[in-house]
């Protein structure tokens, strides 16, 4: 029996099929960190520069004090 993984269908991939899985697994996997990271960087700046403009705007919606707020 040759050596390798056992695909969907039942094929035997080979180092190299396997290698460009792993890749495209890693592209995308590296594609989503950058992502969130883009997201959490933004927040962080819009929290930093506009927190009064932020805390208006939550203020209507949940009952919150400053001091309450400054801890989230």
Do not use: Q, T
């Amino acid at each position: 029996m040759p050596e390798g993984k056992v695909g969907r269908k039942g094929s035997i991939m080979n180092a190299d099929e396997m290698s460009n899985r792993l890749d495209a697994v890693a592209e995308i996997s590296l594609r989503c960190f950058l992502f969130s990271l883009a997201i959490l960087i933004v927040w962080f700046m819009s929290y930093v520069v506009g927190g009064d403009w932020i805390y208006s705007i939550h203020s209507k919606w949940f009952d919150l004090s400053k001091h309450e707020f400054a801890y989230l």
